[in-house]
């Protein structure tokens, strides 16, 4: 991986520290290597002058100065490079010089060296020489005692060579400070590299947890500040786990609760937009999964979006204000101060039907912050929600209204024969018997058929309560069927015979026996017949067929009577629903076939409760085929059944 920041802060905060301390070293052993090779030199050029001094200090006169000359020269050509040697009389004459001509050297008795020599014993200087032209670093030291000196020996080295060999320690020095600040680079480079490792392993873990990983190894080893940081890292982690999962456990069972829910849940902010949807909401307000699963974060769920009902958005959307004003009879008493929820009765229209729910809206206060102070919900400053629970009341509207519906059409149905007879009753009550005789029979025979009408329907409301009542599952078993086929064919073969109607049933092997409670299936069964002759015309069909269908079977019932239009279709089985008039003496006698109206009903809930299912299908004058279907039963079971029931 690319060296970074961090990695290129590491390494130039070592070079610069490691720069620094080399050059600081390296430039005081320097200053201190220049003072110390400059005193080296003068202690050098002493003793060469006092060896002078003591081969010259007899000899250090006139009569010797040629002597003095030629020891001087031999100086010169043993050391072309080495010092130069001057002697000097005392009165400032030049005796010899190594490296000029003495008698055309000017006196130099006014030298500052020579005069500290004679003075103190021994001079230093360093200037320019006009006699070589270039500056020399001078030392002399005095022949003889103070009081009567003889003279003065000199001793001088160029100063471009004394810096010449201080400039190359200076090399030698700069070159092993170079070395060592090299060698230095490259342990800092190496341990930068070490540390940037170490760094990068756990700003990787750091990554991983951050993207939810909790399974990546955090290095621990050693005792130092990034092995401390590193086991904080992993316990931090640890508790992190402990409590996502305890969070995500929460969560979960929350999702699992309110998604069993079959009441709709639906919790908004006080910005409109919706926090929680759940899954029976979903259905009941025709929300898309997709939109129901989506997180709580910032979402484009808003309440006028996912809620299609305006009454509803109105709910949530309640404010203080209309709380305290409300604009119907549920949201009356409701004031603000009021934590009573609203409630309404809700009639919606999804893409999958029609639904009344009771809608019951409350305020909930909703966290606005995290644990660690930051906005959950930016820009929501209030804690100010709603939620709402729908529940799904269709099935008891439906109820509600078919037990009003029923109580009304009883009550219409029981009217009309109870009138009849009662106006019989006064009627033969006002009779002279004696002169109307003849008149008698008839208002008896009506009151006898209104009383029959009236013992039909009782039997059919018993029949009916009883098949309801039943509640769960019938106690059933296996039946062959085509006893109970030739029985019910007996029983209708009078009426079959009067409208000279012609009767097939067609019974495959496959389809003999059948799943059912005895007395439910032949009420059933009955039922089907007696409204297939009593709606089918003189000389018409009607025909019984069975089929096998999967583990279950299908027993139909079709006539050619009058048919059913299919705006009554859905509504045949209702109780006291009847089809128009035409249908019941088009093809009867008048009044006398119309039935209670409660048949089809019993078919409906007799197959029920076998675990059946009854379908319709009419045409206007071609027939009606009604379709029952219950499970089949194999042969082995019946003979298991009977093996059991003669133990």
């Avoid at 001509?101 to 030298?111: F, I, L, T, V, Y």
């Avoid at 024969?417 to 008839?442: C, F, H, N, Y």
């Avoid at 039943?470 to 078993?477: A, D, I, K, L, R």
């Avoid at 009593?534 to 583990?551: E, L, Y």
Wanted: hydrophobic share 40%; proline share 4%; charged share 25%.
């Amino acid at each position: 991986m690319k060296p970074g920041l961090f990695f290129w802060k590491a390494f130039a905060g070592c070079a610069a520290m490691l720069g620094g301390i080399v050059l600081l070293c390296v430039g005081w052993t320097a200053s201190r290597l220049d003072e110390t090779q400059i005193q080296q030199l003068v202690r050098d050029l002493e003793s060469q002058a006092i060896l002078i001094r003591g081969a010259v200090e007899g000899r250090f006169d006139a009569p010797h100065v040629p002597e003095l000359r030629v020891m001087l020269s031999k100086i010169r050509e043993d050391d072309p490079e080495g010092p130069r040697v001057t002697l000097i009389e005392a009165d400032g004459d030049v005796l010899a010089d190594s490296h000029a001509d003495a008698a055309n050297m000017e006196p130099h008795g006014s030298r500052p060296e020579v005069v500290q020599a004679l003075r103190e014993g021994r001079g230093r200087s360093t200037r320019f020489s006009k006699t070589v032209n270039r500056s020399m670093g001078y030392v002399a030291l005095r022949i003889g005692p103070a009081e009567a000196p003889a003279g003065v020996v000199r001793v001088a080295l160029p100063v471009q060579t004394m810096e010449d060999r201080i400039e190359t320690l200076h090399g030698l020095l700069w070159t092993l400070g170079f070395s060592v600040l090299g060698s230095s680079l490259l342990i800092a480079l190496g341990l930068a590299a070490w540390w940037r490792r170490r760094l990068h392993r756990i700003t990787q873990v750091a990554r991983n947890l951050a993207r939810g990983d909790w399974v990546s190894s955090i290095p621990s080893e050693g005792k130092d500040e990034l092995a401390l940081l590193s086991r904080s890292l992993e316990k931090m982690r640890d508790r992190l786990v402990a409590q996502i999962s305890s969070i995500d456990g929460e969560r979960k069972t929350l999702g699992l609760l309110l998604d069993r829910l079959s009441d709709g849940v639906v919790v908004a902010r006080s910005d409109g937009r919706i926090v929680l949807v759940n899954t029976a909401a979903g259905r009941l307000l025709g929300i898309p999964e997709t939109r129901v699963n989506e997180g709580t974060g910032e979402s484009d769920r808003t309440i006028e979006s996912c809620i299609p009902n305006h009454q509803l958005q109105q709910m949530l959307l309640v404010t203080p204000d209309s709380r305290e004003a409300p604009d119907s009879e549920n949201q009356r008493g409701h004031s603000h101060d009021d934590d009573r929820p609203l409630e309404e009765q809700v009639e919606l229209q999804t893409a999958h039907g029609s639904f009344s729910i009771l809608a019951r809206v409350s305020r909930v206060a909703l966290p606005t912050t995290h644990d660690d102070g930051g906005a959950l919900y930016p820009g929501v400053s209030r804690e100010d929600g709603r939620l709402m629970v729908m529940s799904d009341i269709t099935e008891l509207s439906r109820a509600i209204r078919s037990r009003t519906d029923f109580v009304a059409n009883a009550s219409h149905e029981l009217r009309t024969p109870v009138a009849a007879i009662k106006g019989a009753v006064e009627t033969l009550l006002s009779m002279d018997l004696a002169d109307d005789a003849e008149q008698a029979p008839r208002f008896l025979t009506m009151i006898q058929r209104h009383v029959h009408r009236i013992e039909s329907m009782l039997k059919d409301l018993l029949e009916l309560s009883r098949v309801e009542s039943m509640g769960g599952p019938s106690e059933s078993g296996c039946l062959l069927l085509q006893p109970i086929l030739d029985e019910m064919h007996s029983r209708f073969a009078p009426l079959l015979d009067q409208k000279r109607i012609q009767w097939t049933a067609d019974l495959p092997p496959d389809c003999s026996f059948v799943w059912a409670n005895a007395y439910l299936l032949q009420l059933a069964l009955d039922n089907l017949v007696d409204n297939a002759i009593k709606f089918t015309k003189v000389g018409g069909k009607i025909a019984v067929s069975c089929r096998r269908n999967g583990d279950s079977v299908t027993i139909e019932v079709a006539d050619s009577g009058c048919g059913i239009s299919l705006a009554d279709q859905p509504r045949v089985f209702e109780r006291f629903f009847q089809v128009e008039p035409s249908r019941s003496t088009a093809f009867g006698k008048v009044q006398e076939s119309r039935g209670t109206g409660l048949g089809l009903s019993i078919v409906k809930h007799a197959l029920a409760a076998m675990g059946g299912s009854v379908n319709l299908v009419s045409e206007v004058g071609i027939g009606s085929r009604f379709t029952i279907s219950v499970p089949a039963c194999s042969p082995n079971r019946v003979l298991h059944d009977s093996l059991n029931s003669n133990r």
